[in-house]
């Protein structure tokens, strides 16, 4: 079906309000990631699914930072208290069981101000 | 040892050359090395991709060149086009854990 859709495109959230970046991963595929893309860089690992269970949190930065794929389907990283050093573009890629290509949606750019 | 680290930083390139990125990796462990281009306002998407146990893959316009002894991996894009400008990002991962570890990214730029 479908790529990989992100919503919102684009979030502004003032200091300390919480947030919350929802990712459509493509229908089937099992594994999911997601990422944080500071402007001019690399994107940088945050945390990976398989189906619901979450098999790998070690980037998310502080424990303000949560994520979830209940149905192992549909997740959403939430950001409690956002900081001014969160704005960046939070990026979610998916792949299948049966290769590592991971495919990404278009991000979604969060401004903290 | 988790870093992989990218060359050059900004590249510019007449239209019909050959463009050329280059990577280098320290962890032995990595076994699949994909180059991702990503326009702006675009989340990356998958150019090419090599396993190390081949030298060489070629895809249309786009090689992975692949050195295992010296722990590099680079990409060409001959006839390079004004269309292929874009940030271009080289990472790796292995079996263990899908997590790609990325490089800071090359914005190429094609002159027409």
């Known amino acids: 079906g479908a790529g990989v859709s992100q919503s919102p495109r684009y979030k502004v959230a003032k200091r300390g309000q919480d947030v919350a970046l929802r990712c459509d991963p493509i229908?089937?595929?099992?594994?999911l990631f997601w990422y944080q893309q500071a402007l001019g860089q690399g994107p940088e690992f945050l945390t990976y699914?398989?189906?619901?269970?979450?098999?790998?949190k070690s980037g998310l930065p502080s424990d303000r930072f949560f994520a979830e794929r209940p149905e192992g389907s549909v997740s959403t990283l939430k950001i409690q208290r956002t900081q001014q050093e969160d704005s960046a573009v939070y990026l979610c890629?998916?792949?299948?069981?049966?290769?590592?290509?991971?495919?990404f949606g278009p991000g979604t750019r969060l401004t903290v101000t | 040892q988790q870093q992989v680290k990218q060359s050059p930083q900004s590249l510019i390139v007449q239209k019909g050359g050959i463009s050329i990125i280059n990577c280098a990796y320290e962890?032995?462990?990595?076994?699949?090395f994909p180059w991702y281009q990503q326009f702006p306002g675009k989340g990356p998407a998958l150019l090419i991709a090599?396993?190390?146990d081949v030298s060489e893959k070629k895809e249309g316009r786009f090689t992975i060149s692949f050195n295992k002894s010296a722990k590099q991996f680079s990409l060409h894009i001959m006839d390079s086009q004004p269309g292929d400008s874009a940030t271009y990002f080289c990472?790796?991962?292995?079996?263990?854990?899908?997590?790609?570890?990325w490089g800071a990214g090359t914005k190429l730029i094609i002159k027409p």
């Open positions: 890629a998916s792949s299948s069981t049966f290769n590592y290509e991971q495919y």
């Open positions: 990472a790796a991962t292995m079996d263990s854990n899908y997590q790609l570890i």
């Open positions: 229908s089937g595929h099992v594994s």
């Open positions: 962890n032995t462990a990595f076994d699949y």
């Open positions: 090599i396993r190390p």
């Open positions: 699914f398989q189906n619901e269970a979450q098999l790998d």
